[in-house]
């Protein structure tokens, strides 16, 4: 079955540390997003990406960085420059043009903690 | 611009209970409207959809109408068990526009 992978599920950083979250899908999907998510509060927007070695930030770039060398990859790299990174991180995709048909597909996360 | 808002959670109600949730929207141009259910650890999943005026989306029980009059898309479900406790999302997109706008969700309990 076609869908998104987020892996690990759970990850622990320290401070000071970068980590790299990983999102794959097999959808042929061209439009892939990361979005943010606190307790209690909604999404928020932090990268995107229509098409493969091209991406926007989005309303929280900062702190964070990414690359989509392939199309079914778009790896998420929390910096140690994000002063608060602790947060449940989503992934999710689309296709391009026709998102109003069919919406977007999330993976299930990774919850993010620094300790 | 566009956005999405929706009524403040948490909504607490006992099994078997009628629910409705509101949303109501911004939007230029055409919006397609959705919901998404979050369940506890888990991502988003799409729940229903409608891509016009008048449309009726349904799923797992659940209804919401495209009401371009009073731009509405309320979820609604005539009896509520305790798995459906989670958080519903309310979202668009505009088949110009580049991303989603999501709501900021409503958190739903079920009691038994």
């Known amino acids: 079955d076609g869908g998104i992978t987020q892996s690990p599920k759970y990850l622990f950083r320290k401070e000071g540390q970068n980590v790299t979250l990983s999102c794959e899908q097999n959808?042929?999907?061209?439009?892939m997003y990361w979005y943010r998510q606190d307790p209690g509060q909604g999404l928020r927007l932090i990268y995107y990406?229509?098409?493969?070695?091209?991406?926007q930030k989005g309303d929280i770039a900062e702190g964070y960085s990414v690359s989509r060398e392939k199309k079914e990859s778009f790896p998420l790299t929390v910096t140690s420059a994000q002063k608060n990174p602790t947060a449940f991180y989503l992934c999710?995709?689309?296709?391009?043009?026709?998102?109003?048909?069919?919406?977007?597909?999330f993976g299930s996360g990774t919850r993010l903690t620094v300790v | 611009g566009n956005s999405v808002t929706q009524m403040e959670g948490p909504v607490t109600l006992s099994e078997e209970a009628f629910l409705t949730i509101n949303c109501t929207y911004t939007?230029?141009?055409?919006?397609?409207l959705f919901w998404y259910v979050q369940y506890p650890g888990e991502g988003l999943q799409l729940l229903l959809k409608?891509?016009?005026?008048?449309d009726k989306g349904s799923n797992k029980g659940f209804e919401a109408t495209y009401r371009k009059e009073t731009t509405s898309f309320h979820l609604e479900k005539g009896s509520v068990q305790v798995s459906d406790s989670a958080v519903y999302f309310c979202?668009?997109?505009?088949?110009?526009?580049?991303?989603?706008?999501f709501g900021p969700g409503t958190r739903l309990s079920v009691l038994p």
């Open positions: 999710a995709s689309s296709r391009t043009g026709d998102t109003a048909s069919y919406g977007y597909t």
């Open positions: 959808l042929n999907h061209d439009a």
């Open positions: 990406s229509q098409i493969v070695n091209d991406f």
């Open positions: 939007a230029t141009g055409y919006p397609s």
């Open positions: 409608a891509t016009k005026a008048d």
């Open positions: 979202a668009l997109s505009v088949s110009s526009g580049q991303n989603f706008v």
